[in-house]
Structure formats: C-alpha cells, structure tokens
C-alpha cells in the first residue's frame, strides 16, 4: 500500500565528482538513481538496502533502489534523491509564475514496486522511460 | 598567470607545467589559487582543489570528438554556425539559456544574439536563486563581500544548503575556519547555525542546527523577524516550525550580540513551496536585523559563472533573467518569460543553449517540448541535451582550455587562467560566428530582422 512522504531532491558529493566523470556513467546514473530513506521508515516498511520502490505523484513516476539514510540524517516521512534525470520525472511544470518550478518538497507516494525483484539493475534509463507520467 | 616549466618536453616523455592560482569554475566559490599540474592535454593534480575542483579538472580533458554534429552528423564548424543562424532566423518565439558555466564575455554576445533575434534570455538562474532575483527587486539586498565575511563575520547562518558536500572550501576559505582581521582566532571567534530540512554533513560544523519542518522556512523566517522586533510570539510556533520557542530565542539573542552577521542561504530556500516569498522573509531578517547590528544576506550560488550571468544579463538589459527582447525593448517578467515555463507551455520554437543540459534535469513537460523543437547546443560533452540538438557544436571548457572572466558568489570578477590549449574553438568563438553570420543576413534582408 502506498504511504504519502515528501521527497527532497538536492545535491551530493559524490554527485558532483560522477557528473565530471560523465552523466553516462555508471557512478553517476547509480549516485542519481538511489533513493534514501530514513531508517526508521525502511524499517517500518521492511525495506532492505537494494529493494526498488516506486515513487509517484500526479506528474510521474520512477522506480529506484532505496537505501537507509546515513544516522538521523533525514528524520521519518521524508525521502531523498539526488537531483538530476530521476527526479525531474517527478517535476511539474508550473512555477506559479516565479520561474521556479517546484524543485524540492514534493508530495510523493512510495510503494514496494510490484512485479520487480529486489536489486535488479537499478538506475537504466529504462525504467525511468517506461515510466513516464500515468 | 605565472607558469614555470617543471621538466622539458621530449617525445617519450610529454612537457610537465605547473600553472599557479589557476581558478576553478566548478562551484560559485570560484577559488583562484588552484596549482595544477599539467602534462601536455592532461591535468594530473590540482593542489588546493576540493573534491569537487578535483573531479573538475581531473576529468576535463580533450575528447575526440567531432568540431560539431547536425543532426546526428559529423559536421565542421563553419558549417554549424551557418546551420545555427538558419534555425535561430526562423523562430519566431527562441529562446537563449543556460550561460552559468561559460565566460562572461560570451555570455554577451549571447544576449547581443538574443536580441538581434528577438527572442527571450534566461539563465539556469531562474530555477536556482531567481525566486532570490524576484526577492532583491522587492525587498533589497542587504549584502557584503566573502572578503568581508572572512575578516568580520562572527556569527553565520547557513539557511537550506549544505556547503560541505556543495562548496566544499567556503566553510575554510571564507565563512568559518579563517583567521580575519575582527575575528583573529577564526572558527573561535564565529558562531555557525545550520538550518536545514535534514541534519546534512554540514551539521557537524555548526555549533547550533535547527531542523525546521519541511516547506516551513517562511514561518521560521518571520517568526524571527518578529523576535528581532522583541514581539512576543506563541509557543506553538515550535508545531508549526519544528523549533522550540526557547532555541528561536536564543539565536535571535546572539544574532543581536553579534558584530557582524551574515545568513548565507541555498536552494533549501528557493526551490521550496513559497520560494521568493522565503528569500523574501530571508532578506528582511536581514534587513531589521540592521537595527541592531550589522546583518547581511548572500545567496549561496552553484555554478561557476552563474553569478556572471545575473551580472551580464542585468548590465545588458537591466534585469537579471528570464528577460523578453522581442519588443524592441526588455521586459522582465518571471513565469512568462523564463525557460521552465516557455517550454512547459510549448511556446519556445527554437532554443539556443549553451553550457546547460535542460534535458537532463527540467520539468518532464519542458523536456518533452524541447525534444520536439530545433535546438542549438554549446557544450563540451555529449550532454543529454547535445544528443538531440539539431546544431551541437563541440566547445572547450572555460577555466580549463579558454581564459576570460566569471563572477565569484559574492559578484566579484575573478580572472581565469587555463592550463592547456583544445582544439575546439571557445563558446565566444562559437556565439561570434554565429552572430555575424546573423547580422550579414539581417543586413542584406532587413526584412528578416523582424
């Protein structure tokens, strides 16, 4: 069953050493592509590091490997991804006449993905293609 | 640019240099006093680099790849620009954007295109601190150098970023660990608080980490402008901020004992439900608090020249993004004229697009319609963007092969020093061409130049 979070795309360290390296990368394709959760939620979701879940809201959808937030890093209910292809799939395109669209804070819905068996290829393009907005 | 020879070229053995205070472009920060090591079309080391200036020059080398690609095609340069300014005649409604990670002095001619062709400039400003820009126009910025933030800043607040893992060297170039000249013990003498969503790795460097709720940072702002104000305010302020009353209170006491303050605020603030409204409340804390003591507020920004290009949009049209040209005069008007929602809405009918990858990072209605209209792409990789350009000219890497100016975060100019010559020509080199190819065109048909 799908359970509302907020989502928190931003950048990382790693990110921006892998994006040097190339957006075709394996390093940055998995650095963009994995999805933290806090702790307490991959326990209370029995997730382990590597299951995919699905995560979507009214703009679209991606399916990506989760992993457990560092610490308390991020506290229960919220997510995050590092910014970039991924997440940008979750991304409207209204900006409420700023030019900003909403970037970070996005009301997402998680759910274990179905029909996917944990740790498989995480991160191809694929998936995200295959699954544009609903 | 000094440059000392630390071995003498032979065939088996390529020349080593030493270029000394290179800058590195990865980051606002822009350091400048980078030592990088260089044999022949390499960059080996990068003594005083972080590890993202690492990664930035390390891995910035020269590709072989085509001058440029027409649909898909190896092409020549001269053939390209010829290409780009067909395209780029023929829209009725273009777009220029990207220009954070290019040099200053092309980011000029960018908008000199811009504006022969009438078509609208943006930034990669506009979805990261243009919500800022919008916040400048209505409520002032009350700002000071990174020059005066390390002699003089005793207490500094870093509000929605997270410069350990983004800006690397600020916490000990500028904001916490130098030795000034009003604050000689460095981080001894300065205060640091984090505010941020999560407790990030930044966290360990702040002596006070407030973790506001998610989508609150308007409600924190005001609530402390309401202590700055000595009002008093309802303990519930801590549900609706995630804050207790009590810490509010006690940072706003040291923010006032402060001598110099400073909030130094990221994409945490601007990308976030409220936006410009949150860099508004940021800057008017910063403001009251001047009846105090002196506060300041800087945004903290990403790109290397994305600073440049607030600078170079502004002194060229008189605004700093998401500027309109198609009138025969500027008009500013975020939302309406900025690339997010030009291509969201399917308006734009032509893109030109330098040193920026859209296709890689906006909105899936914006991609969608940039994948459908003739693009023009300046890039030094084969960016996602550059893959489905109809004119995707390859360019050398400013900083690296092409010197020039860009803007530090704190709008100073800093001069670049590149370490090695590409055979590629410069993105001003590009947008050159491309431009007086432009205006041959427009001066033998002037009904062309609409």
């Not at chain 2, 990865?26 to 006093?33: E, P, Q, T, Y």
């Given at each position: 069953m799908a359970e509302p979070f907020i989502l928190i795309p931003g950048r990382t360290s790693r990110q921006g050493t892998t994006l040097n390296e190339g957006k075709s990368t394996e390093g940055y394709l998995e650095e963009i592509s994995s999805l933290q959760v806090a702790p307490e939620d991959m326990q209370r979701l029995e997730l382990e590091e590597g299951d995919l879940v699905r995560v979507y809201n009214d703009v679209g959808s991606i399916t990506v490997p989760c992993k457990a937030a560092r610490g308390d890093e991020l506290p229960p209910g919220i997510l995050f991804i590092s910014y970039g292809d991924k997440s940008s799939h979750l991304m409207?395109?209204?900006?409420?006449?700023?030019?900003?669209?909403?970037?970070?804070g996005l009301d997402v819905f998680l759910e274990v993905a179905s029909g996917v068996v944990a740790g498989?290829?995480?991160?191809?393009r694929e998936i995200a293609e295959d699954e544009r907005a609903e | 640019m000094s440059t000392s020879e630390a071995s003498s070229a032979t065939e088996a053995s390529p020349e080593v240099r030493v270029i000394k205070d290179a800058t590195c472009t990865?980051?606002?920060?822009?350091?400048?006093?980078m030592d990088l090591t260089v044999v022949g079309n390499r960059i080996t080391k990068a003594k005083n680099a972080c590890v993202l200036g690492n990664s930035w020059f390390l891995n910035h080398h020269i590709e072989d790849r085509p001058e440029a690609l027409i649909d898909g095609e190896p092409a020549g340069y001269e053939q390209a620009m010829d290409r780009a300014a067909d395209i780029l005649l023929a829209a009725r409604f273009p777009l220029t954007y990207g220009l954070s990670d290019t040099t200053s002095e092309a980011q000029r001619v960018a908008v000199a295109i811009t504006d022969w062709i009438g078509g609208i400039v943006d930034t990669t400003t506009s979805v990261c601190h243009g919500p800022s820009g919008i916040a400048f126009q209505g409520v002032g910025e009350v700002t000071c150098s990174l020059g005066e933030v390390k002699n003089r800043a005793d207490y500094v607040i870093f509000w929605g970023g997270n410069p350990a893992e983004s800006h690397p060297r600020h916490f000990t170039?500028?904001?916490?660990m130098p030795k000034g000249e009003f604050v000689p013990n460095g981080r001894k003498d300065r205060t640091a608080v984090l505010i941020d969503v999560r407790k990030t790795k930044s966290a360990k460097a702040a002596d006070i980490f407030l973790q506001v709720k998610p989508r609150r940072d308007f409600e924190l702002a005001w609530a402390l402008r309401a202590l700055a104000k000595g009002l008093e305010l309802d303990a519930s302020i801590e549900e609706t901020t995630g804050i207790p009353l009590e810490t509010l209170q006690q940072v706003m006491d040291g923010m006032k004992r402060a001598k110099f303050g400073v909030i130094l605020f990221g994409m945490g603030v601007t990308m976030t439900r409220g936006k410009h409204l949150n860099s508004e409340a940021i800057l008017a804390l910063a403001r009251d608090m001047n009846q105090h003591t002196r506060w300041n507020a800087k945004p903290m920004r990403g790109h290397g020249n994305v600073t440049g290009a607030d600078n170079v949009v502004s002194w060229s049209t008189?605004?700093?993004?998401?500027?309109?040209?198609?009138?025969?005069f500027p008009r500013f008007n975020p939302g309406e004229f900025t690339a997010a929602d030009v291509l969201a809405r399917g308006e734009a009918d032509a893109a030109l697009i330098i040193a920026s990858d859209p296709m890689s990072n906006f909105s899936q209605p914006a991609r969608d319609h940039l994948a459908t209209i003739p693009i023009v792409v300046l890039d030094p990789k084969l960016s996602d963007t550059a893959r489905i350009a109809e004119v995707a000219f390859t360019v050398s890497t400013y900083g690296i092969n092409t010197g020039g100016t860009v803007y530090r975060m704190d709008d100073v100019p800093i001069p670049l020093r590149p370490a090695f010559e590409s055979p590629y020509k410069s993105d001003l080199e590009v947008l050159r061409g491309i431009e007086s190819r432009i205006r041959q065109r427009q001066l033998a048909d002037p009904a062309s130049d609409a």
């Open positions: 409207g395109g209204d900006t409420q006449g700023c030019g900003m669209p909403d970037s970070k498989q290829s995480p991160g191809s | 990865f980051c606002g920060c822009v350091c400048d006093d170039k500028f904001s916490l008189g605004f700093p993004f998401g500027v309109h040209l198609g009138s025969g």
